[in-house]
Every structure is written in C-alpha cells, then in structure tokens.
C-alpha cells in the first residue's frame, strides 16, 4: 500500500506565556526583537492560533488541541512538531532540542491524551538522551520527510545533527537526504537553522529554496532526487523563503479535499506563476500569523504536527 504524504488530523498547543525566547535567538535568524509589553505579545499570538484553530476546523481537518501550562515556562510551545512525531506503524517519535527551555515543552500527558481518544500507539521512540551530548535533531523542523518515496532530508545546523539523523533513517526505513542550506545574515552565510523553512513536500508537489543551497554539487544532488521524485517542483528564491513561504503544509479534509496552509506572509510574496502551479494540485489555505512569526521565528507549519496514528474505537471501552 503507498505511504500517505498527507492527513487529516493535526496536534496544536495553545499557547499561555508566547514571546521571544532568547535560548533560541542565537541561531534563529528569522526572529525579531522588538519592545511589545510580554502580554500583548501572549495575547495577539493567541488570537492568532485561535483563528487559525477555527478556520482548520471550518475546513473539515481535525485539530486535536492541549493547552499550554504557565509552570514550567515554555515560550516556544507553540511549535510541537519539534518535539514530537507520530507515525501510521504506531511509533512516537520524541526529539532532542537545542534550546534548554524548549526540552521543558515535552508532555507525557499528551501522549496518553491521544491514547485516550483512541489513536493507536505501539512504541515511544526517544531520542532525547543525546541533548547530554549536545547533539540534536529537532523533529520535523529538522527533517522534512517525502513519506510517500520514504525519502528524508535535512540541512545540517546546530539542531540538526547528521550523525543522529541517520539513526532516525536506519531506525524508521527512510533513504537520507543530507546537505547544507545557509542564509545571508550581515553579509555572512549562516546555517538555516530548520530544514522546514526552505523546503516543503506535499502530495503532489515541491516547494523549495534551492539557491539556500550554496554547494552546488549538493543543488544538484537534492534538484536530481525531488525530480525523481514524481513531484512538480515550484523553486522560491531566499527572499521568499525568508517570508516564510516554504514554511507550510499539506493537509486533507475528512471529505478528502487538499489544502496547502500558508500564512498570509508566505502568500503575498509568491508570484502568480507559483499560485497557479499550486492551485493545480491543492487549495491554498492562507493564515495570518504575524506575531507568532515575528516574534517566535516560525510559521504555521511549525505550528502542527501531523498525527499519522491509527484509530481505534474506544466507545465500548
């Protein structure tokens, strides 16, 4: 049977104390600093994610929510998918993450959360052993997976180990991918610092930043293996990936219908060109997240991490 790409059901976490987290500033280069009090900050991000929980939900995809706690504080928790990954085989992946305050976002609640409304988990993978070895690998942020050709990618960074990226591979059947994507900061090339902002794999097509890629063998060799892919590819340049507009996924509704969500920074700075090529494959679903981008250095595909769990009916239980 192929491998599904896309699903239909997401997890999200509400968010208590959001704002600019210093931990994680020193390598996030899409972060902004600015002098909003901290509760405007909160307050806007959750407007935000309220708005875009809602208009999921409008869309028909399930939006599986669990609210942040003030204790212990965790200013990034709106970004799950660094942390956590669920899988069709019944495995939870759990991730090793740069930030010390992030490692603090890790909930067994929400695990057994989900158990409770009945989606299967077979094993709890972790990997979080290797943050005493400084050594991280932050979930989907990191690794940017082609499921359906079990292809995985990444762009070595400071979060993104490539030693620990191949355990993941080895461990859950999927070819490597791997190479370096930078960008122009004060006139130095710096390490992107999630492989998610510069690429996005959907069902049908590509959306990728291959001029992040400074080594041009490396271009080709990711150019060559997305073309075999089987995938249209729609190339952004880094200026359009700086608008976050790589930073965005797939998801289909309970009648099967696709959407590509995108935060509204992301769409207005695509051409007309790369619309249509989208709007051939997929509806796009457009987001206004700006304070949650601004301030937290992700968008709205950070903000989701897809459940490829089975479900089993537990009303008789």
């Given at each position: 049977m192929k491998n599904k790409q896309i699903t239909n059901t997401v997890l999200m976490i509400e968010p208590i104390v959001f704002g600019f987290n210093e931990e994680t500033a020193t390598n996030n280069f899409f972060q902004k600093k600015d002098s909003d009090p901290?509760?405007?900050?909160?307050?806007k991000a959750l407007e935000e994610f309220t708005n875009m929980v809602d208009k999921l939900r409008k869309h028909y995809i399930n939006v599986i929510v669990f609210k942040d706690t003030k204790e212990p504080y965790t200013p990034d928790s709106i970004f799950p998918n660094n942390w956590i990954s669920f899988h069709?085989?019944?495995?939870?992946?759990?991730?090793?993450?740069?930030?010390?305050?992030?490692?603090?976002?890790?909930?067994?609640?929400i695990i057994e959360g989900l158990k409770n409304k009945g989606f299967l988990i077979k094993n709890i993978v972790d990997f979080t052993e290797s943050e005493n070895k400084q050594i991280y690998l932050e979930g989907t942020g990191s690794i940017v997976l082609d499921r359906t050709n079990k292809v995985a990618y990444i762009s070595v960074s400071e979060r993104t180990n490539e030693g620990?990226?191949?355990?993941?591979?080895?461990?859950?059947?999927?070819?490597?991918?791997?190479?370096?994507?930078?960008?122009n900061i004060e006139k130095k090339e710096c390490p992107i610092y999630h492989t998610n902002v510069m690429i996005s794999i959907t069902e049908d097509f590509v959306i990728v930043c291959l001029?992040?890629?400074?080594?041009?063998?490396?271009?080709?060799?990711?150019?060559?293996?997305?073309?075999s892919s089987q995938k249209e590819i729609i190339t952004i340049s880094e200026k359009q990936m700086m608008h976050f507009a790589a930073n965005c996924l797939q998801l289909e509704t309970e009648n099967l219908n696709k959407y590509l969500v995108m935060s509204s920074t992301g769409y207005k700075s695509?051409?007309?060109?790369?619309?249509?090529?989208?709007?051939?494959?997929?509806?796009?679903?457009?987001?206004?997240?700006?304070?949650?981008?601004?301030?937290?250095?992700?968008?709205?595909?950070?903000?989701?991490?897809e459940i490829f769990l089975q479900k089993i009916d537990i009303g008789n239980k």
């Amino acid at each position: 049977m192929k491998n599904k790409q896309i699903t239909n059901t997401v997890l999200m976490i509400e968010p208590i104390v959001f704002g600019f987290n210093e931990e994680t500033a020193t390598n996030n280069f899409f972060q902004k600093k600015d002098s909003d009090p901290k509760k405007l900050i909160q307050d806007k991000a959750l407007e935000e994610f309220t708005n875009m929980v809602d208009k999921l939900r409008k869309h028909y995809i399930n939006v599986i929510v669990f609210k942040d706690t003030k204790e212990p504080y965790t200013p990034d928790s709106i970004f799950p998918n660094n942390w956590i990954s669920f899988h069709d085989d019944g495995n939870v992946l759990l991730y090793p993450l740069y930030a010390p305050n992030r490692r603090k976002e890790r909930r067994l609640d929400i695990i057994e959360g989900l158990k409770n409304k009945g989606f299967l988990i077979k094993n709890i993978v972790d990997f979080t052993e290797s943050e005493n070895k400084q050594i991280y690998l932050e979930g989907t942020g990191s690794i940017v997976l082609d499921r359906t050709n079990k292809v995985a990618y990444i762009s070595v960074s400071e979060r993104t180990n490539e030693g620990l990226f191949l355990e993941f591979c080895e461990k859950m059947e999927f070819t490597p991918i791997i190479f370096h994507a930078t960008q122009n900061i004060e006139k130095k090339e710096c390490p992107i610092y999630h492989t998610n902002v510069m690429i996005s794999i959907t069902e049908d097509f590509v959306i990728v930043c291959l001029d992040s890629i400074k080594d041009l063998k490396e271009r080709k060799l990711v150019s060559d293996i997305l073309h075999s892919s089987q995938k249209e590819i729609i190339t952004i340049s880094e200026k359009q990936m700086m608008h976050f507009a790589a930073n965005c996924l797939q998801l289909e509704t309970e009648n099967l219908n696709k959407y590509l969500v995108m935060s509204s920074t992301g769409y207005k700075s695509l051409n007309m060109g790369q619309i249509e090529k989208i709007n051939k494959y997929s509806k796009i679903l457009v987001i206004d997240v700006p304070t949650i981008e601004k301030y937290g250095g992700g968008s709205v595909r950070c903000m989701m991490a897809e459940i490829f769990l089975q479900k089993i009916d537990i009303g008789n239980k």
